[in-house]
């Protein structure tokens, strides 16, 4: 059973940064993919950024610049460094593990970034 837990949402000021984290737990020999996802009220969900297994990385144009995705392989966990933040960045942020030996991908719960400006 694989779990993707997030943590690191809260709510800030415009301009102001914060860091979320994801943690895959279970039996996982080797994560593809991971991604970081958003979902504002009333919006389809969104890829913000995504890393593979050998760093390669991709972003929303909306984040370029100022958020920055990595990951840490021997402990399963990825991470999104936000810096100047914007109201339009407020959503629930999804982490997402694309795991090809399992054939499916997993989705953590979200966590909810929160932008006032």
């Known amino acids: 059973q694989v779990q993707l837990v997030e943590s690191g949402g809260g709510l800030v000021q415009a301009g102001g940064s914060l860091r979320l984290s994801c943690a895959a737990s279970?039996?996982?020999?080797?994560?593809?993919?991971m991604g970081w996802y958003r979902q504002a009220p009333g919006k389809q969900r969104e890829l913000v950024a995504a890393?593979?297994?050998?760093?390669?990385?991709k972003y929303a144009d909306s984040v370029k610049g100022r958020f920055t995705i990595s990951r840490e392989n021997a402990n399963n966990t990825m991470y999104l460094r936000m810096n100047s933040l914007k109201p339009e960045d407020t959503a629930v942020y999804y982490c997402?593990?694309?795991?090809?030996?399992?054939?499916?991908?997993?989705w953590g719960q979200g966590t909810q970034v929160t932008v006032s400006s």
């Open positions: 997402r593990a694309d795991i090809s030996y399992l054939g499916r991908d997993y």
């Open positions: 279970g039996s996982i020999f080797n994560i593809n993919i």
């Open positions: 890393i593979t297994n050998d760093g390669s990385t």
